[in-house]
């Protein structure tokens, strides 16, 4: 189930948002704890359906755990009280109008104490109805006469009494103006909740599981670091999808310029950096003085958190790969948190090195139109693949290997039955029937296709044959539609790619926007390895924008003219040094033996900057460089 995560913010928005990074330093270990020492009220529903065994486990057990570690993380001497309501009266042999009287103080307000909430819950039945109104009224009957405090309401369902929980939280606020009401909705975004938290000031919350329920309460206890970290869909006030122009409506200081990234907008504020799309949405928050190192989802996930804790939170990650693996944060919005680590070879087994916010998910599997028999230059002297239905092949450049006078039986289910003809016995001779079964269908480097092709001369031996040839030989993934490519001569370098098409890419991520495509030589290279030339001309200046594509048909690197920061050809060393200060930075070797830096993102993703006499002379996007590393291009 994933249900929207909305933020209610109270009227000090303007404040919360004033400083990017978390507080203290940036870097700082995210499993600190956050519980703040003022007083807190926890308004915990005990209705029939908090009996329901989804959470995994019983959603009852899961909140037993949550307040149990709530309370264990407050500051000694941290005032306490738990206010239950449902817990008493059966909802199913008590009338509506004595069941919505079902509320009651488990814990008065006194030092927090784990053992008086474990005796306090030992003996709960979860059974009653949900009069939700009535027991924020109980709660405020308890709330200091000043200074700050906190009302947590965590609920499973919308209030079936009254009065209207939205109208008390509106109440509590205005007698109460430095107690923030929030509210976390346990598998349910109920509208009322909702309501609940923006009339109170606080923040709302869903929790899809135990994990979530319990990082999510302690958070909500201290409403000032909820609000610093990201939430699914926002963080300070400041939301995923919102234009420009909105965030500067509710905060004027927020910058109107900032740096072109090709058609994205990059804007650094408050130690934050946020990317906008063309349309200028935002699109992505990434706390820190180094773009995401600072970055802590509302769970307490940020650097030096073991990787599992996210993977126990968040689920199996969408994408898991060079050290960067994206979660799923609010799958209606379309947003992710996208977690760089370290020390393992997936996330599960590594440490977190820095959390971004973003529009980042995989979007749903794109439309399969009619397939085509395999790639086009699957084999170097492989024609007319790539298409749909041929009449002709050839696999090899032998009259033997070509199939021509092809008619289909069938196409576009799992297989594909044809028949055409062939010099099977060579040129001049009679030709021979050939018989084929295209099979193993799926993507082949982005397009829908077959994959395997079987040959043989009598139609009974096809599936009896063994030898089934691998007509695609290239990228079997499925393709993301919503990752966009730019790619142009126009564009810029950014961390690993430039116009959305970055190393490692397939080879049909590259738009026919290159002005020339050249297949390498005898010499240096591998056979198959082509380069894409996106500058007319010929000799250096061209391979000032340039992509090589190795023989499995996977993007190399990319030698560009410009970076998204500015820096170009010709660049001094310290205009260098100025673009990149926030950025990770270390060294690989080039020809002459001297050292040039390397500069990454959180994800790992590169730049290569090589300075020669103080002055910049290549800019390429490559793999990974270890530090001190030869240069992997020389």
Same mark, same amino acid.
């Given at each position: 189930?994933?249900?929207? #995560?909305?933020?209610?913010?109270?009227?000090?928005?303007?404040?919360?948002?004033?400083?990017?990074?978390?507080?203290?330093?940036?870097?700082?270990?995210?499993?600190?704890?956050?519980?703040?020492?003022?007083?807190?009220? =926890? =308004?915990?529903?005990?209705?029939?359906?908090?009996?329901?065994?989804?959470?995994?486990?019983?959603?009852?057990?899961?909140?037993?755990?949550?307040?149990?570690?709530?309370?264990?993380?407050?500051?000694?001497?941290?005032?306490?009280?738990?206010?239950?309501?449902?817990?008493?009266?059966?909802?199913?042999?008590?009338?509506?109008?004595?069941?919505?009287?079902?509320?009651?103080?488990?814990?008065?307000?006194?030092?927090?104490?784990?053992?008086? =909430?474990?005796?306090?819950?030992?003996?709960?039945?979860?059974?009653?109805?949900? !009069?939700?109104?009535?027991?924020?009224?109980?709660?405020?009957?308890?709330? !200091?006469?000043? +200074?700050?405090?906190?009302?947590?309401?965590?609920?499973?369902?919308?209030? /079936? &009494?009254?009065?209207?929980?939205?109208?008390?939280?509106?109440?509590?606020?205005?007698?109460?103006?430095?107690?923030?009401?929030?509210?976390?909705?346990?598998?349910?975004?109920?509208?009322?909740?909702?309501?609940?938290?923006?009339?109170?000031?606080?923040?709302?919350?869903?929790?899809?599981?135990?994990?979530?329920?319990?990082?999510?309460?302690?958070?909500?206890?201290?409403?000032?670091? $909820?609000?610093?970290?990201?939430?699914?869909?926002?963080?300070?006030?400041?939301?995923?999808?919102?234009?420009?122009?909105?965030?500067?409506?509710?905060?004027?200081?927020?910058?109107?310029?900032?740096?072109?990234?090709?058609?994205?907008?990059?804007?650094?504020?408050?130690?934050? *950096?946020?990317?906008?799309?063309?349309?200028?949405?935002?699109?992505?928050?990434?706390?820190?003085?180094?773009?995401?190192?600072?970055?802590? /989802?509302?769970?307490?996930?940020?650097?030096?958190?073991? +990787?599992?804790?996210?993977?126990?939170?968040?689920?199996?990650?969408?994408?898991?790969?060079?050290?960067?693996?994206?979660?799923?944060?609010?799958?209606? $919005?379309?947003?992710?948190?996208?977690?760089?680590?370290?020390?393992?070879?997936? #996330?599960?087994?590594?440490?977190?090195? +820095? #959390?971004?916010? &973003?529009?980042?998910?995989?979007?749903?599997?794109?439309?399969?139109?009619?397939?085509?028999?395999?790639?086009?230059?699957?084999?170097?002297?492989?024609?007319?693949?790539?298409?749909?239905?041929?009449?002709?092949?050839?696999?090899?450049? *032998?009259?033997?290997?070509?199939?021509?006078?092809?008619?289909?039986?069938?196409?576009?289910?799992?297989?594909?039955?044809?028949?055409?003809?062939?010099?099977?016995?060579?040129?001049?001779?009679?030709?021979?029937?050939?018989?084929?079964?295209?099979?193993?269908?799926?993507? &082949?480097?982005?397009?829908?296709?077959?994959?395997?092709?079987?040959?043989?001369?009598?139609?009974?031996?096809?599936?009896?044959?063994?030898?089934?040839?691998?007509?695609?030989?290239?990228?079997?993934?499925?393709?993301?539609?919503?990752?966009?490519?730019?790619?142009?001569?126009?564009?810029?370098? *950014?961390?690993?790619?430039?116009?959305?098409?970055?190393?490692?890419?397939?080879?049909?991520?590259?738009?026919?926007?290159?002005?020339?495509?050249?297949?390498?030589?005898?010499?240096?290279? !591998?056979? +198959?390895?082509?380069?894409?030339?996106?500058?007319?001309?010929?000799?250096?200046?061209?391979?000032?924008?340039?992509?090589?594509?190795?023989?499995?048909?996977?993007?190399?690197?990319?030698?560009?003219?410009?970076?998204?920061?500015?820096?170009?050809?010709?660049?001094?060393?310290?205009? =260098?040094?100025?673009?990149?200060?926030?950025?990770?930075?270390?060294?690989?070797?080039?020809?002459?033996?001297?050292?040039?830096? #390397?500069?990454?993102?959180?994800?790992?993703?590169?730049?290569?900057?090589?300075?020669?006499?103080?002055?910049? *002379?290549?800019?390429?996007?490559?793999?990974?460089?270890?530090?001190?590393?030869?240069?992997?291009?020389?």
């Amino acid at each position: 189930m994933n249900r929207r #995560v909305l933020v209610a913010l109270s009227t000090v928005f303007v404040v919360l948002v004033a400083a990017c990074s978390t507080g203290g330093s940036p870097e700082r270990a995210s499993s600190e704890s956050t519980g703040a020492a003022i007083p807190t009220i =926890v =308004v915990l529903d005990a209705s029939e359906s908090m009996q329901k065994d989804d959470a995994p486990g019983p959603r009852w057990t899961a909140a037993i755990r949550a307040v149990d570690e709530l309370v264990g993380g407050l500051p000694s001497g941290t005032d306490f009280s738990m206010v239950l309501f449902g817990a008493d009266m059966s909802a199913k042999t008590t009338p509506r109008a004595r069941g919505c009287t079902d509320v009651r103080t488990a814990i008065p307000m006194s030092a927090a104490d784990q053992a008086a =909430v474990s005796r306090a819950l030992a003996d709960v039945t979860p059974q009653g109805f949900t !009069p939700i109104g009535t027991a924020l009224d109980k709660a405020a009957e308890q709330l !200091p006469s000043s +200074g700050p405090a906190s009302v947590v309401l965590v609920s499973d369902g919308a209030p /079936t &009494c009254d009065p209207d929980p939205c109208q008390v939280a509106e109440q509590i606020r205005a007698q109460h103006p430095e107690t923030a009401v929030s509210a976390i909705g346990f598998r349910t975004d109920a509208a009322a909740l909702q309501c609940v938290a923006r009339e109170g000031g606080g923040v709302f919350l869903t929790a899809e599981n135990a994990a979530q329920l319990s990082a999510r309460l302690a958070a909500l206890q201290n409403t000032k670091v $909820a609000t610093e970290r990201l939430t699914p869909t926002s963080r300070g006030g400041v939301e995923l999808g919102k234009t420009l122009d909105e965030i500067r409506s509710a905060e004027p200081s927020f910058p109107t310029t900032g740096t072109a990234a090709g058609d994205r907008l990059v804007v650094v504020w408050r130690d934050c *950096t946020y990317v906008f799309d063309k349309d200028r949405r935002l699109v992505e928050i990434a706390p820190g003085d180094r773009a995401g190192s600072a970055g802590v /989802t509302i769970d307490g996930v940020g650097k030096g958190t073991p +990787g599992r804790r996210a993977v126990e939170l968040y689920g199996k990650p969408v994408s898991d790969a060079d050290s960067t693996a994206v979660f799923v944060a609010d799958k209606e $919005a379309g947003t992710g948190y996208r977690i760089g680590y370290e020390g393992g070879s997936k #996330v599960a087994d590594g440490t977190v090195t +820095g #959390v971004v916010l &973003c529009h980042c998910l995989p979007a749903d599997e794109p439309a399969k139109p009619d397939p085509v028999l395999g790639r086009d230059k699957f084999d170097w002297a492989a024609y007319n693949f790539g298409t749909v239905r041929p009449t002709g092949f050839s696999i090899a450049s *032998t009259a033997a290997s070509s199939v021509g006078e092809i008619v289909w039986e069938s196409w576009g289910e799992a297989e594909a039955v044809g028949s055409g003809t062939s010099q099977q016995n060579g040129a001049g001779e009679p030709k021979s029937k050939v018989w084929m079964l295209a099979s193993d269908l799926g993507w &082949c480097d982005g397009k829908w296709a077959y994959r395997g092709l079987q040959r043989a001369m009598d139609r009974g031996a096809l599936r009896t044959n063994e030898e089934v040839l691998d007509i695609c030989n290239a990228d079997r993934s499925t393709p993301n539609p919503a990752a966009r490519v730019t790619l142009s001569p126009s564009s810029v370098l *950014t961390f690993g790619g430039a116009g959305g098409v970055y190393v490692g890419d397939p080879v049909s991520k590259i738009p026919n926007t290159y002005v020339r495509r050249e297949e390498a030589g005898m010499g240096m290279y !591998p056979p +198959g390895t082509v380069f894409f030339y996106f500058r007319p001309g010929t000799g250096a200046d061209t391979a000032d924008a340039e992509i090589w594509v190795n023989p499995e048909g996977r993007i190399h690197q990319i030698s560009w003219f410009v970076t998204d920061r500015g820096i170009r050809i010709g660049s001094r060393e310290s205009d =260098v040094d100025r673009a990149y200060s926030r950025d990770r930075r270390s060294t690989c070797t080039i020809g002459d033996g001297s050292s040039t830096p #390397v500069f990454s993102d959180p994800s790992g993703r590169t730049i290569v900057v090589v300075i020669q006499n103080g002055v910049v *002379t290549r800019l390429r996007a490559t793999q990974a460089v270890s530090n001190g590393a030869h240069c992997p291009f020389e």
